[in-house]
């Protein structure tokens, strides 16, 4: 890892007449994975989003590979390279696992002209998405629509991929093969910032860590130092790491 690739300054965000974000200080290192941990409500989701443009920051700086992109709209930012998979998921019911997967393809105008080694190496990282790929979406499990939203996000290669709590609601098997997908992930140039309450998860894939209390972030470091230190993790997060393992 070398440098921020992404960084928030000061970010400060207001959803109509709340006050959100309390000046926000994130970095996220280049080529790496980064966890944003944060009880409920902390301003995580909202984090994520005024880096996206869905929500604009009121004060403060955004910067994406050394560019402020605070004012951008979110197909601009987007354009740079950046991909992100809201909780929600955000995919099409009605449409098959093709479709989607074409829709999230902007260098393809079909699921024909899709990079096949590209989409291949995604089929490797999700099976279900080559065994569903004529299915509706909306007949997928939980699972494998969570599976879906990734699988799409990275059907290109993008710079930075962004993930609001991935393991949701998710069957231990599904979360084994999440886990082994964003491992394969950070060993290419892609880097991650990852929203996750499932720790163990966090633990096991994060190389850097952020925890957010009230709208800012009030601890930054390495997943290491965090893990061992049990009084910390009871401070910040009021857990232990070591009882979600």
């Known amino acids: 890892m070398s440098g921020a690739l992404l960084a928030l300054e000061g970010v400060h965000t207001h959803i109509g007449a709340y006050h959100i974000l309390h000046g926000v200080d994130l970095e996220v290192p280049r080529g790496g994975l980064t966890v944003l941990l944060g009880r409920n409500g902390a301003g995580k989701?909202?984090?994520?989003?005024?880096?996206?443009?869905?929500?604009?920051?009121?004060?403060g700086r955004v910067s994406f590979d050394g560019a402020d992109i605070a004012a951008l709209p979110t197909p601009d930012v987007a354009r740079l390279g950046i991909a992100y998979v809201p909780e929600n998921m955000g995919i099409f019911s009605d449409l098959t696992v093709e479709e989607n997967m074409a829709?999230?393809?902007r260098e393809a105008r079909t699921a024909e002209e899709i990079d096949?080694?590209?989409l291949e190496w995604v089929f490797g990282l999700f099976p279900a998405m080559?065994?569903?790929?004529?299915?509706?979406?909306?007949?997928?499990?939980?699972?494998q629509k969570q599976m879906l939203a990734v699988a799409r996000a990275i059907v290109e290669p993008r710079k930075l991929l962004i993930v609001d709590e991935p393991t949701?609601?998710?069957?231990?098997a599904i979360i084994q093969n999440?886990?082994?997908?964003?491992?394969?992930?950070?060993s290419t140039d892609t880097t991650i910032l990852l929203v996750e309450q499932n720790f163990n998860f966090a633990r096991q894939l994060g190389d850097?860590?952020?925890v957010m209390d009230n709208g800012r972030i009030v601890h930054a470091g390495t997943m290491?130092?965090?893990a061992e230190d049990e009084s910390l993790q009871q401070r910040l997060l009021g857990l232990s790491l070591a009882a979600h393992q």
């Open 103 to 105: 829709l999230a393809a």
């Open 178 to 186: 999440m886990m082994s997908a964003f491992r394969e992930l950070k």
């Open 208 to 210: 850097t860590v952020a």
């Open 224 to 226: 290491a130092a965090l």
């Open 45 to 59: 989701t909202t984090t994520l989003r005024t880096i996206m443009g869905l929500w604009h920051a009121s004060r």
């Open 130 to 143: 080559k065994k569903f790929w004529l299915h509706p979406a909306g007949l997928l499990s939980g699972g």
């Open 168 to 172: 949701k609601g998710l069957a231990p």
């Open 116 to 118: 096949r080694a590209r």
